[in-house]
């Protein structure tokens, strides 16, 4: 098929606003990696852009040495997994069970869910339930309190309502009760759904920092976002990263906070790639009828 002057002068000016786009998109973050390898006296006097100038390891080098950081990273990674497993559960066997037209009071369920998306207890409620629950100072108070996201359930009440219901009941005949059809029969039909659940939990458990800043005391328990956070905020300065030496200090107050970044955001990174490809169609399919 011919294409038309007209499509073509469409396709040039529509590639060309979406190259706009993701070069705006992409800008804040390159500038961020550039400052981390540049030295001091450039990002001072305003010079880096894209490109690092005057290349300069040294805050990697403390960074790597401060071992907060490492216990803060640390914790990260395992409220990001415990959390990202604890969520999965719960959303899954939720969305499920309100996907079946047959279940008792699923309407009520339904309202109930959607209506904790605009209304909860407030801040200080939140505040006193989870200390009295015993949860402070421990992984359950990062945890668990935002376990279910209302928005991740709904999306995975779509996909399973739109599954062939002759699946399940073919798998009723042949003996499997529900959890048997829910693990044999459902759950490897929904890895797109599966898989972009947890990349929607993990970042925001690897992004989150007011739960534990909230609920948290201990230094050693915070994620590395605090960690980030009380360098964005000015708690901590260059010597909370290690810096032992006057020579390298006002380097390491120039560009520690792009440094940090840049290690937190790289698993992030590294991960997506790998489920990018489930995002659209796990997304789309449990939305469209």
Not at 92 to 111: C, N, P
Not at 185 to 201: D, G, N, R
Request: aromatic fraction near 14%; charged fraction near 10%; proline fraction near 3%.
């Amino acid at each position: 098929m011919k294409e038309s002057k007209q499509y073509k002068i469409f396709k040039v000016f529509n590639v060309s606003i979406l190259l706009v786009i993701v070069f705006c998109t992409l800008y804040p973050f390159l500038n961020v990696i550039a400052q981390s390898f540049s030295s001091e006296a450039y990002i001072n006097a305003g010079k880096v852009t894209l490109i690092p100038r005057g290349f300069n390891l040294d805050t990697y080098k403390t960074i790597a040495q401060d071992t907060m950081f490492w216990i803060n990273y640390k914790n990260t990674v395992v409220y990001t997994v415990v959390g990202t497993a604890i969520s999965m559960f719960l959303t899954t066997i939720f969305a499920y069970a309100l996907s079946k037209k047959r279940l008792v009071g699923r309407k009520f369920l339904t309202v109930f869910a959607v209506f904790t998306m605009f209304f909860n207890g407030g801040l200080v409620p939140n505040y006193v339930l989870i200390n009295s629950l015993g949860f402070g100072n421990s992984i359950w108070a990062i945890v668990i309190p935002g376990a279910i996201s209302i928005y991740n359930m709904l999306i995975m009440k779509s996909f399973f309502e739109n599954m062939p219901e002759e699946l399940e009941e073919a798998a009723s005949i042949d003996g499997l009760n529900t959890y048997g059809i829910l693990l044999k029969i459902v759950l490897p039909l929904s890895k797109a759904v599966i898989a972009t659940m947890i990349l929607f939990y993990a970042v925001g458990h690897w992004n989150s920092w007011f739960p534990a800043f909230l609920y948290l005391d201990q230094k050693d328990l915070f994620p590395v976002t605090i960690y980030l956070r009380n360098l964005i905020a000015g708690v901590s300065g260059a010597t909370s990263a290690g810096a032992t030496s006057a020579d390298n200090l006002t380097q390491i107050s120039a560009n520690i906070k792009s440094v940090t970044m840049v290690l937190t955001i790289l698993p992030i990174l590294t991960i997506y790639p790998f489920v990018q490809k489930y995002f659209v169609s796990g997304v789309m399919l449990g939305s469209v009828k």
